[in-house]
């Protein structure tokens, strides 16, 4: 079995290859390690080999994880799963983005709850690209009013767009669900009333970092690569 250190290895070799192909920067595309149901060893295997940014889908297990790494300097915590409005203090209150963000209503409370003395917390809007039926996240056509108005809330900073297409679909799909998030992004950019650095595109998963990157992700959400097969039966 090859250890986290290898996997990391091996992830970091993909997304360079992937971003030279693409003709772009060396660097401009960061991992994020998605670690839901990893335990807390597994994570600080991660950080030994300089993997600072965690994604978690589920609140008490992340925050039982912050609590228990919480001796290891610059982690950052990324809150990449649905999100219930009765949660949203606590990640207000312990993680530095949040991708999952589909609703004004989340992202007011998220603005309000976000404690003074820590600097805005970094939003994604959250889009069901495929528009599927079963998916969270905002469609494409209802982005530009939402956008416009998160952008306004004072405690968070708009960085920019989240999905999670289909993994399975064929490949020209997958990658058409791609390129609507990054115009979608773009259009945001050139709308006039939306602010903020709207420099991410979280997009790209184990499986399809590569078409990910191609299509201009930014940061790609890799767990399977990184640390394994996962059990998701919970
Ligand atoms: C689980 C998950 C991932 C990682 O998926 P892998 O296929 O294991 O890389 C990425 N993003 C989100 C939102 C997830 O829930």
Request: aromatic share 4%; with cysteine; glycine share 6%.
């Amino acid at each position: 079995m090859s250890s986290i250190a290898d996997n990391i290895r091996s992830v970091t070799r993909r997304i360079q290859k992937a971003t030279k192909a693409a003709a772009r920067a060396d660097g401009s595309v960061s991992l994020l390690a998605v670690s839901k149901t990893r335990p807390a060893e597994d994570l600080r295997e991660a950080a030994a080999s300089g993997q600072l940014a965690f994604g978690e889908n589920y609140l008490q297990e992340a925050l039982d994880k912050i609590s228990a790494l919480s001796d290891l300097p610059g982690l950052e915590w990324h809150f990449i799963g649905p999100i219930q409005s009765n949660k949203t203090r606590a990640i207000a209150e312990h993680f530095q983005w949040v991708h999952s963000v589909d609703r004004l209503k989340v992202a007011r409370r998220l603005s309000e709850q976000r404690p003074q003395d820590l600097p805005p917390l970094n939003i994604c809007l959250q889009v069901n690209v495929d528009n599927e039926d079963s998916k969270s996240g905002c469609r494409l056509e209802e982005l530009p009013e939402l956008a416009a108005a998160v952008s306004e809330l004072p405690r968070l900073s708009l960085r920019g767009l989240m999905a999670i297409p289909d993994p399975d679909q064929p490949e020209d799909r997958l990658r058409a669900s791609f390129r609507a998030l990054a115009n979608g992004l773009d259009q945001l950019r050139q709308q006039e009333n939306v602010n903020g650095p709207l420099d991410t595109l979280s997009m790209g998963m184990s499986g399809d970092l590569e078409l990910a990157i191609a299509e201009g992700a930014t940061l790609v959400r890799v767990g399977t690569a990184m640390f394994g097969a996962r059990d998701d039966s919970r």
